[in-house]
């Protein structure tokens, strides 16, 4: 992922000399840098770039200094993180540019070597901030503990237009159930019940975040998880196999005769995205419903132990791609017409 930084400084010079020492950086996309002349330049450059990263910002300048634009930054995105560039190192300087949010604080001249490093560790922290921001967004579990404080800080305007955006987008959607758990967790302490629950979802759960997908809830027993951009479907078959192998080679729980095995039902298509729920209540959820979840979920409901099913439309998507063995037509729930269906196999 390409690096958004603004360089502010009066010192046209400098523009030269970082763009000749991270020309390889540039030239291989990995950092891209732009340039202001004052805190009210820079401002004026951020609204036209809003997904800026980092802030590289000298004190002294005219019309308005560094330290005033430090205050200007919490108020337009506290995402977007500083670094303040100043021969001004005096202890003042430093202590009124941390409390007004600068990260971390850089003497001149400047030391390319340790400027590189502190420009890595503070994309690291902001990539940080925009992923937790982006997991409260789409993980509601995670949004059920954050406190609306927190989330006003990690995102304001920014989270406020986000979390309530509703669209419609094309995806992949992945049903997950344990088969003949609930059958055990009748006759089982709870405490192991739990233990043991916990210990499949975070299997699944590793499998679907490797491959860039998003849990969406847990169901009882079941996870619904969502994958979204390029090859979404490609990605959600692979981490249906990855499942369904990591289960089925899990070592059984002393003290209780039970062998974890998957169903999962995949579907693709076009899916509305939004904060679902009730207001009264205070309680959204954002997640994705439409005909093609509620299809995914009947597949699931046709799996069998270790069975993987897909519809015709998928199939054709990926027919070529991975073994697949066609079961036939069904008749599913809501459905005029009888459905064929497929079983993805090794």
Do not use: W
Not at 34 to 55: H, S, T, W, Y
Not at 69 to 76: A, G, I, Q
Not at 184 to 191: L, P
Not at 196 to 221: C, L, P, Q, R, T
């Amino acid at each position: 992922m390409m690096a958004k930084i603004l360089v502010v400084d009066d010192e046209t010079d400098l523009e030269i000399l970082i763009k000749q020492k991270f020309r390889k950086e540039i030239r291989k996309k990995e950092y891209e840098f732009f340039f202001a002349i004052n805190g009210k330049d820079a401002l004026k450059k951020l609204q036209e770039e809003p997904e800026v990263d980092i802030v590289l910002s000298d004190i002294n300048m005219p019309e308005m200094d560094g330290l005033t634009l430090l205050s200007h930054l919490n108020e337009l995105s506290p995402l977007i993180q500083s670094v303040i560039v100043s021969a001004y190192g005096d202890m003042e300087n430093i202590r009124t540019a941390m409390n007004r949010g600068a990260f971390d604080f850089i003497t001149k001249p400047i030391n390319f070597k340790d400027l590189t490093l502190t420009m890595e560790k503070t994309l690291k922290h902001a990539r940080q901030l925009k992923e937790t921001l982006k997991a409260v967004k789409e993980n509601n579990i995670l949004k059920m503990y954050v406190d609306q404080n927190v989330l006003s800080f990690m995102g304001s305007r920014e989270f406020e237009t986000t979390i309530m955006d509703n669209e419609t987008i094309k995806g992949t959607v992945m049903f997950i159930d344990i088969c003949g758990f609930t059958a055990i967790s009748e006759n089982t302490a709870a405490d192991t019940v739990v233990t043991m629950i916990n210990s499949y979802f975070d299997v699944m759960v590793k499998e679907i975040v490797a491959n860039e997908g998003h849990i969406d809830k847990f169901i009882g027993d079941a996870i619904m998880a969502v994958f979204k951009d390029d090859y979404h479907l490609d990605r959600a078959i692979d981490t249906a196999l990855a499942v369904r192998s990591k289960i089925n080679n899990l070592p059984t729980e002393e003290d209780v005769d039970f062998e974890p095995k998957v169903s999962i039902g995949i579907n693709s298509g076009d899916m509305i995205s939004g904060n679902i729920g009730s207001v009264s209540l205070k309680r959204l959820d954002y997640t994705v419903i439409g005909d093609v979840v509620n299809t995914a979920a009947r597949f699931q409901d046709l799996a069998q132990e270790n069975q993987i099913i897909i519809g015709q439309a998928c199939y054709e998507v990926v027919k070529e791609s991975f073994n697949i063995n066609k079961i036939g037509d069904v008749v599913v729930k809501n459905k005029v017409k009888p459905l064929t269906i497929y079983e993805v196999l090794e």
